[in-house]
């Protein structure tokens, strides 16, 4: 049981299951331009992992936002409010709730 606190503390907290982040910066990793698209959409929120995640969006208008900029989309930096989805310790889905912002990608 020692073994197994020390090992907890060493690791940290597990991320919960779902946890709302606000502010965040997503930049878009893989993205498919049909709106009505359910799979193929990925982006990277270094704040919460280095990987790219799932995308899914609240809704086709939120897609919409990201992917119909005037600009190459993989070129922006998006500050958005996600939901963000963990099994196993490790993130899974980010759920794209409102894009607040497009920032250029210096």
Known sequence: ???????????????????????????????????SAKVGDRGIIEAISPHSVKLIFVSEEVKRQIVETHENPFQKIFLVDIEAKATEGKVRLYRILVVKDVLDRD
Do not use: K, M, W
């Open 1 to 35: 049981n020692a073994v197994q606190n020390s090992a907890r503390r060493f690791l940290g907290n597990p991320l919960p299951t779902n946890e709302v982040h606000h502010d965040q910066l997503l930049s878009l990793y893989q993205v498919r331009g049909d709106i």
